[in-house]
């Protein structure tokens, strides 16, 4: 089966760091996805793994561990802006569906 | 670059008529366009992947026959929910991926139609 995990909600303070974990089992790997979704609106792209080790983009980065099925975002310098859903997917092998986590919502507080 | 647009982006029926809901790709040809249903605070459920010029692939547990989808061309993909039930109201959202742009072959996501049925 399929199965993406990520914790339902988490908090923050502003200029904080914050890491969002997501373990995922599924039937095949081609890489895993970070969107960012504001309530009401289309997720937006963050990062894109496929090999083990970490992406750093600015104030976000993601981890992978494809022998652990585990990855993870971190914020830095949270903002009052960064508060929103974000969400982990992960493409399958040889296809181009993506399969969602249940989306983990973000407060970030002053 | 890379945008897809949806419309309408709201729209409110009555129960038992039908909504057709439009999906976009506005700088790039799309290959393959998903389409995908969320309730509120729950993530993204895929409904179907639909390539162009051939029929829609269904996710387990969707009805083919509530749920039309048709692939036209490579810039156009519509959604079409049938006899509406209150049950149907929900945010859907299109996204469109290209295996032509040097990217990840990600998924680049319509802004969402908001559909309530009364």
């Known amino acids: 089966g399929q199965n993406i995990d990520q914790p339902t909600e988490m908090t923050a303070t502003e200029g904080a760091i914050v890491q969002i974990n997501c373990t995922y089992q599924?039937?095949?790997?081609?890489?895993l996805f970070w969107y960012q979704q504001h309530a009401g609106e289309a997720p937006t792209f963050l990062s894109y793994?496929?090999?083990?080790g970490l992406e750093e983009k600015g104030r976000f980065s993601s981890f992978l561990s494809r022998s652990k099925g585990y990855s993870y975002l971190l914020l830095k310098e949270l903002q009052m802006k960064d508060s929103a859903s974000y969400l982990c997917?992960?493409?399958?092998?040889?296809?181009?569906?993506?399969?969602f986590g249940t989306g983990t919502r973000l407060q970030v507080f002053p | 670059g890379a945008v897809v647009s949806q419309h309408p982006s709201r729209v409110i029926c009555k129960s038992g008529t039908s909504v057709k809901i439009e999906c976009r790709s506005l700088?790039?040809?799309?290959?393959?366009m998903f389409w995908y249903r969320q309730f509120p605070k729950q993530s993204l459920m895929l409904m179907a992947t639909?390539?162009?010029?051939?029929?829609?692939?269904?996710e387990q547990g969707v009805e083919k026959d509530k749920f039309l989808i048709n692939h036209a061309s490579l810039t156009l993909s519509t959604l079409t929910v049938t006899s509406a039930h209150p049950e149907d109201s929900s945010f859907y959202i299109c996204?469109?991926?290209?295996?032509?742009?040097?990217?990840?072959?990600?998924?680049?996501f319509g802004p969402g139609t908001r559909l309530t049925v009364l």
């Open positions: 639909s390539n162009e010029g051939s029929k829609a692939t269904y």
């Open positions: 997917a992960v493409r399958a092998y040889n296809t181009d569906k993506l399969i």
């Open positions: 599924t039937s095949g790997f081609n890489g």
């Open positions: 996204s469109a991926s290209t295996s032509l742009l040097i990217t990840y072959n990600e998924q680049f």
């Open positions: 793994n496929v090999l083990d």
């Open positions: 700088d790039f040809q799309a290959t393959t």
